[in-house]
């Protein structure tokens, strides 16, 4: 036991010889020290040594610009933070359902919003163009032609520029009168009962004997029968039966304008703001006055219906499938199936829809619309149509254009719109 003692009294001498006043002091979690009235010195020294460890755990943000984060320290004292960004809202089926219902609403609000109905054909399509917009891009566009062709724009005296002038003049009073009434025609409810009474067979067989000199062929030796539906017109025959309003107010405030441009070019056409543009390559060819009033109503057809604003649009879509497409098909690929089965295929269609609204302005304007198959097969004539050349080209072949024209019951809606204006009563309202 003489260890013991001797261990006891030097812990004693110890004890007894120690400063209390050099004992750290208590830190309180303010940061300010105050004296501890009753301690010893090995308790002092442990509370010291505690709150100092205390105040050196203090929790700091290492980047003190950006916000404090909340976070929770496992068992194995690993800070787990909440996620951030597009993770975490993804994880909330509420926020998903509430992104999905108000984007799905946005959609069918801007699709809905812009659908509108062709004249006559009451084809119904979407136009995110604004018609304002499709305006100044029509006046930006013929402003940039005369420019281009400078120099080469037939002055307004010219006799070619008076002769197109007049033609178009009567082509556009047609147009006014198409648009005057809110009814549309349908197919048995207009006309006189004369000229109502026949049948679709008479209908057909007096274009086709209208078409051919002596009665007995017609174009280029082909006999006409009602088989030789060689183009598919049906979807105009149902869109026709939609009880619907033809749009026509991107046609209001139009100023109309016509110019010649002299060059040999055998083409025209008619740019949204109603800016007409003929070359005299296509007078040279056609010298009548119904054949360029054809090909002028074609051209004022394509203004009516609003293609190039729907071509606008439709590009728009081609072009995001086709970027969706190259990340899994050969660019090269992809754009040589996009135009023969979206382009092209659309552009075709417009075609021949501006033929029929063309074909009634035709008639309107007081021209027999019998001569439009004739132009159209000659207009393809001069652009060299080929035995695969439709599938490949924007325009159907001639001969088709020509054959269906002939065939369509436009055609008998045309012949009794001209004999209306031929008997001097005329009819209104039929776009």
């Known amino acids: 036991m003489s260890w013991y003692r001797r261990t006891k009294l030097v812990l004693d001498s110890v004890r007894r010889n120690l400063n209390p006043k050099i004992l750290p002091s208590r830190i309180n979690p303010t940061g300010s020290s105050n004296p501890s009235p009753k301690f010893s010195g090995f308790s002092s020294i442990e509370v010291g040594l505690r709150s100092w460890t205390n105040t050196n755990r203090v929790a700091h943000n290492p980047f003190p610009s950006q916000a404090k984060r909340s976070y929770y320290v496992d068992r194995y004292q690993v800070r787990h933070f909440k996620p951030r960004g597009p993770r975490k809202w993804l994880q909330n089926p509420k926020a998903v359902w509430t992104v999905v219902l108000l984007g799905s609403g946005a959609l069918i609000t801007l699709y809905f919003g812009n659908l509108e109905t062709v004249p006559y054909t009451k084809r119904t399509h979407f136009v995110l163009l604004s018609k304002s917009m499709e305006k100044r891009i029509g006046e930006s566009q013929f402003e940039q ?43 048995l409810g207009y006309g006189s009962m004369d000229s109502t009474a026949r049948g679709s067979d008479r209908g057909v067989k007096e274009v086709g004997m209208a078409l051919s000199e002596d009665g007995q062929e017609t174009l280029s030796g082909m006999r006409w029968s009602k088989d030789d539906q060689i183009l598919d017109d049906k979807w105009i025959q149902e869109s026709r039966k939609k009880d619907s309003k033809g749009e026509s107010a991107h046609l209001e405030g139009i100023n109309w304008e016509v110019i010649v441009v002299n060059e040999p070019m055998v083409n025209a056409f008619c740019l949204p703001a109603g800016k007409i543009v003929v070359f005299t390559g296509l007078l040279d060819h056609f010298k009548s006055d119904a054949e360029v009033a054809t090909v002028i109503g074609h051209e004022v057809g394509h203004a009516v219906a609003r293609h190039v604003a729907e071509g606008i649009t439709k590009n728009l879509w081609f072009a995001i499938l086709q970027l969706v497409l190259y990340q899994f098909v050969m660019p090269d690929l992809v754009n040589t199936m996009s135009a023969l089965f979206l382009r092209l295929p659309f552009s075709r269609k417009m075609e021949i829809e501006a033929d029929y609204i063309g074909l009634l302005l035709l008639a309107s304007a007081g021209y027999d619309p019998r001569i439009a198959p004739k132009v159209y097969e000659k207009l393809g004539k001069l652009g060299g149509d080929v035995a695969l050349g439709e599938y490949l080209s924007t325009h159907p072949s001639g001969k088709k254009r020509s054959q269906l024209l002939a065939q369509a019951n436009v055609m008998e809606e045309a012949l009794m719109i001209y004999r209306e204006v031929q008997s001097g009563r005329g009819i209104e309202g039929f776009l």
């Open 145 to 187: 032609i005369k420019k281009t062709y400078k120099g080469k724009v037939l002055p307004a005296i010219h006799p070619e520029s008076i002769r197109v002038r007049l033609i178009a003049k009567d082509v556009i009073d047609a147009l006014q009168r198409g648009l005057s009434h809110e009814l549309v025609w349908s197919d």
